[in-house]
């Protein structure tokens, strides 16, 4: 019996293991199933649940902070040059060391650039020595690099299409104020809707903050998964989300099909547990793509374990008591994108520059999802979610490849769909190519 | 151009490959070997070793999958040896120097989490808590926070898929608990 198969204690409580692998959504549908149905009887178990997310939130916080900052290396191409010169002096020592640390006597390889007679590297930031000559020589050959490679962004920078819609702009108006919140009661529940403040225009990126908190002594159930580590939003499966309708023309059309081709949802929805006394806080945000009167609303769907007639419980939707209560605001959305509030993208061969006001940048928030293709099947990128965006430079994702028989094969890119944004700025989107 | 093992020469195509898989992994390789070392140089001559073997010595994948949980299982394999190379070192200089036990990672009174929040050394102290864990749960706890499924930690690890919320939830108890220590 493995560690995880050993799923109940003495006392028929779950084990730390289980409870952590179905707050990660990593147990089958069965499995999940059967936890969920035992922490509804469950005090003991529910309580640990509880800790163990907050456990986990807390230590993955912890363990981002040894991360390196993202200005504190060279990107992937500076690597790769730095690769081909450390290639390039094993090639000159005719000695490569092996994955044991012995010496390989074999004749050795070149790189792509050095089989075309070009080889020519950054010197390294660190502190290694160099000759005189060959750092000259070196920085000669970056310099004629810089140049070569400068003119050729230059001719491709026409041939790629810009980013997608950017809306009309006005005149400037203030900075983005207090929040708008609005709160309700009703079966011991008590929720509360904040959004970013007004004045609203098209395409701005509203942060929209869902509290609701279980007064009663009824532990009730939602469809949705709540806890994801790492992330800021799922839009695709939260207990609570704002949804929003009405408005008019003129509609961002651009960005409301990029948002939708850059979320992609899988997988069931799951539950999400609301004990007595306790309180979910969920952020989603919200694009706002038509102008006129628009209505935000909160939604949430309670269910409740019912034992169907195959004899296995089931989760079900049902009644609750918010039903036909939830919170809304009507909100006047104006056409044009404040210059104050506007965020652009600026596409190249293989990045997006991110231009945005000095307030907005270090409240950047990045979505991207992109296709590639082999010959055996398609590879789906992107996290459907938004990440905070801490660089104004983003880097056009690469293919994997597959191996067959031992040759690996490049798989084709198909598609990028980037979206960026802030909230109380504009969200701009495009699509490569 | 790189050889196979018979010594013929790769194809411009596989070059390219591996410049594509270069260019997608060395961030992720990157962040993972600095999570262990902390200084920019070493970590970056780790992600270039990792490479460098990848470029020379291929894992037999079958899948992207299994590639990246090659890249990283050797980059944290890498940082794992710096690590144990850094303490090998350290225990011999404090047997020399009875100063040395005054070190910040191994000081009680240092290793109190608000005095490295006033000195700025957080990400130490986290460092250093981290590495006094089983190594099987330093793998599985950095392979999950930086984005992981079960599926590719039992990939990378050779865990059995059905014991790695085990395995996290003694890391992260251990963890929290050290941390308030």
Redesign the interface.
């Known amino acids: 019996m493995n560690e995880q198969q050993q799923v109940r204690k003495n006392n028929g409580c779950l084990e730390a293991g289980q409870l952590i692998a179905w707050l990660d959504g990593a147990l089958s549908q069965q499995e999940a199933n059967e936890v969920m149905v035992h922490l509804a009887t469950c005090a003991r178990c529910t309580a640990e649940a509880r800790e163990l997310r907050s456990e986990s939130r807390r230590v993955f916080d912890l363990l981002s902070r040894l991360d390196p900052s993202p200005t504190a290396h060279a990107g992937p191409a500076a690597a790769f040059a730095r690769f081909q010169m450390r290639l390039y002096a094993q090639n000159t020592a005719a000695r490569l060391p092996d994955a044991n640390g012995n010496i390989d006597t074999r004749a050795l390889p070149l790189s792509s650039t050095e089989r075309d007679g070009s080889l020519l590297m950054p010197v390294r930031p660190s502190a290694r020595r160099h000759r005189p000559g060959a750092l000259i020589q070196t920085l000669v050959a970056a310099l004629v690099i810089a140049a070569l490679l400068g003119s050729t962004l230059l001719l491709l920078r026409s041939r790629v299409p810009s980013p997608g819609s950017h809306p009309k702009q006005t005149p400037s108006i203030g900075p983005v104020g207090t929040p708008v919140k609005i709160s309700i009661q009703a079966g011991g529940l008590a929720m509360t809707m904040q959004i970013t403040s007004g004045p609203y225009f098209l395409s701005e990126m509203l942060a929209a903050d869902l509290t609701l908190t279980n007064h009663s002594q009824t532990t009730y159930l939602l469809e949705g998964t709540w806890d994801n580590p790492g992330v800021i939003d799922d839009h695709c499966h939260l207990p609570l989300k704002v949804v929003m309708t009405g408005g008019d023309s003129p509609r961002d059309t651009g960005l409301e099909h990029n948002l939708a081709a850059a979320i992609s949802c899988y997988g069931t929805p799951g539950t999400t547990q609301l004990l007595p006394n306790q309180t979910i806080t969920i952020r989603q945000y919200v694009a706002l793509t038509s102008s006129g009167h628009v209505t935000l609303k909160a939604q949430g769907t309670f269910q409740k374990p019912t034992l169907g007639q195959d004899g296995v419980i089931h989760i079900v939707s049902t009644t609750g008591p918010f039903d036909g209560h939830w919170p809304s605001l009507q909100i006047s959305v104006q056409a044009q994108v404040p210059s104050q509030r506007l965020i652009s993208l600026q596409a190249q061969p293989a990045q997006v520059i991110v231009d945005a006001p000095p307030d907005a940048r270090g409240r950047l928030l990045y979505l991207s999802a992109y296709d590639c293709v082999d010959a055996r099947s398609s590879q789906h990128g992107g996290g459907g979610y938004w990440i905070n965006l801490a660089t104004m430079v983003i880097e056009k994702p690469q293919c994997g490849f597959s191996v067959t028989n031992g040759t690996p094969t490049p798989a084709t890119f198909v598609r990028w769909v980037y979206v960026v944004g802030a909230p109380g700025y504009s969200i701009v989107s495009g699509t490569y190519p | 151009?790189?050889?196979d093992e018979k010594?013929s020469?790769?194809t411009?195509?596989?070059?390219?490959?591996f410049?594509?898989?270069?260019?997608?992994y060395?961030?992720l390789v990157?962040?993972l070997a600095?999570?262990y070392v902390?200084q920019?140089?070493e970590?970056?001559d780790i992600?270039?070793e990792v490479?460098?073997?990848f470029?020379?010595?291929?894992p037999?994948?079958?899948?992207?999958a299994q590639?990246?949980a090659w890249l990283c299982r050797v980059a944290i394999n890498l940082g794992l040896n710096v690590l144990r190379k850094r303490k090998s070192r350290f225990d011999q200089e404090r047997q020399l120097d009875t100063q040395a036990q005054e070190s910040v990672l191994d000081s009680a009174e240092e290793r109190n989490p608000e005095r490295f929040v006033l000195a700025g050394e957080?990400?130490e102290l986290?460092?250093s808590i981290?590495a006094q864990l089983p190594e099987r749960q330093q793998v599985c706890?950095?392979l999950?926070?930086t984005?992981f499924?079960?599926e590719e930690i039992a990939e990378a690890t050779g865990i059995?898929?059905?014991?790695?919320?085990?395995?996290?939830?003694?890391a992260?108890?251990a963890?929290?608990r050290s941390?308030h220590e």
């Open positions: 151009m790189p050889e010594g020469r790769a411009s195509a596989e070059v390219e490959v410049e594509a898989i270069f260019t997608r060395y961030p990157y962040r600095y999570r902390g920019a140089d970590a970056e992600a270039q490479f460098m073997r470029y020379h010595l291929p037999h994948a079958t899948n992207e590639q990246r957080q990400a986290v460092r981290f706890l950095m999950r926070s984005g499924s079960y059995p898929i059905t014991s790695i919320g085990s395995v996290l939830a003694r992260m108890q963890f929290r941390y």
